[in-house]
């Protein structure tokens, strides 16, 4: 269900379940906890991509296993999902999406949950736990964080279909890939030119800019300048500028 590579930099999960459109069984989940943990640890890691095989990226918990599953699993599995999104929040790595066809209900969250999300044209989201009658209860919050009031509770309560260009206009995408074809190659430049960031300076921006978005912005400003002070402190500053300087010859 899950498949893991980790090459030159590049930590990349796969949901290979397509004849399922993907969708997240119990046993699914816990892979995608234990590949999270494994991305944490790596050392030699430097971007996360979530991305999966066929022509869906995921519908979602496994409804047809759903019922079948004993309570201490089906609790479990709550467990697991909760933690998924716990470790991509507190990754120092960055994390992308890669989404074509249907990411929708949990497939949805699992996307939201990134750091960036990379889409092609007709690719469609939604929460559409809406439609079966319950709360997309871990993507409403993500929601709330990522967008205003009203349309984070538009996508949440209407659980619609909503094409990638609609959630591009509003910035829950970053980029678009003409169609499915075109998307690999989008993916590889994005992750490419994160590759190329300085990796201290890479978690040190994630960290700072996860924790202003819940600071008052005199606090966050205030963490800023700490932050400055720290890396003029370090030398950092100054390494910067030697290479600026050897980069440009401009002194």
Same mark, same amino acid.
């Given at each position: 269900?899950?498949?893991?590579?980790?090459?030159?930099?590049? *930590?990349?999960?796969? $949901?290979?379940?397509?004849?399922?459109?993907?969708?997240?069984?119990?046993?699914?989940?816990?892979? @995608?906890?234990?590949?999270?943990?494994?991305?944490?640890?790596?050392?030699?890691?430097?971007? /996360?991509?979530?991305?999966? %095989?066929?022509?869906?990226? +995921?519908?979602?918990?496994?409804?047809?296993?759903?019922?079948?599953?004993?309570?201490?699993?089906?609790?479990?599995?709550?467990?697991?999902?909760?933690?998924?999104?716990?470790?991509?929040?507190?990754?120092?790595?960055? +994390?992308?999406?890669?989404?074509?066809?249907?990411?929708?209900?949990?497939?949805?969250?699992?996307?939201?949950?990134?750091?960036?999300?990379?889409? +092609?044209?007709?690719?469609?989201?939604? %929460?559409?736990?809406?439609?079966?009658?319950?709360? %997309?209860?871990?993507?409403?919050?993500?929601?709330?964080?990522?967008?205003?009031?009203?349309?984070?509770? =538009? $996508?949440?309560?209407?659980?619609?279909?909503?094409?990638?260009?609609? $959630? *591009? =206009? @509003?910035? /829950?995408?970053?980029?678009?890939?003409?169609?499915?074809?075109?998307?690999?190659?989008?993916?590889?430049?994005?992750?490419?030119?994160?590759?190329?960031?300085?990796?201290?300076?890479?978690?040190?921006?994630?960290?700072?800019?996860?924790?202003?978005?819940?600071?008052?912005?005199?606090?966050?400003?205030?963490?800023?300048?700490? /932050?400055?002070?720290?890396?003029?402190? +370090?030398?950092?500053? %100054?390494?910067?500028?030697?290479?600026?300087?050897?980069?440009?010859?401009?002194?």
């Amino acid at each position: 269900m899950i498949e893991v590579d980790h090459r030159d930099g590049v *930590y990349r999960l796969t $949901l290979n379940r397509p004849r399922a459109r993907n969708a997240l069984n119990a046993a699914g989940m816990a892979g @995608i906890v234990e590949a999270l943990r494994q991305a944490e640890t790596a050392k030699d890691a430097r971007v /996360l991509v979530i991305q999966a %095989a066929g022509e869906s990226f +995921s519908a979602g918990r496994d409804l047809k296993e759903a019922p079948t599953l004993p309570l201490a699993t089906s609790l479990q599995q709550h467990d697991d999902w909760a933690t998924v999104f716990q470790r991509l929040q507190r990754l120092s790595i960055p +994390s992308v999406a890669v989404v074509n066809g249907f990411a929708v209900a949990g497939g949805f969250t699992l996307a939201m949950g990134c750091d960036f999300v990379l889409a +092609s044209r007709g690719a469609k989201f939604g %929460a559409m736990e809406m439609a079966n009658g319950f709360p %997309a209860a871990v993507c409403t919050p993500l929601l709330a964080h990522l967008l205003g009031p009203r349309l984070g509770l =538009e $996508l949440a309560l209407f659980g619609e279909a909503v094409g990638a260009e609609r $959630l *591009y =206009e @509003i910035g /829950l995408i970053n980029t678009l890939a003409d169609d499915d074809a075109a998307l690999p190659a989008l993916a590889e430049d994005f992750v490419g030119r994160l590759l190329a960031l300085n990796p201290s300076a890479v978690k040190q921006t994630k960290e700072t800019f996860r924790a202003a978005r819940s600071m008052p912005l005199d606090q966050a400003l205030t963490m800023g300048k700490h /932050l400055h002070q720290l890396l003029d402190a +370090s030398g950092s500053f %100054a390494a910067g500028s030697a290479e600026f300087v050897a980069r440009t010859g401009k002194g």
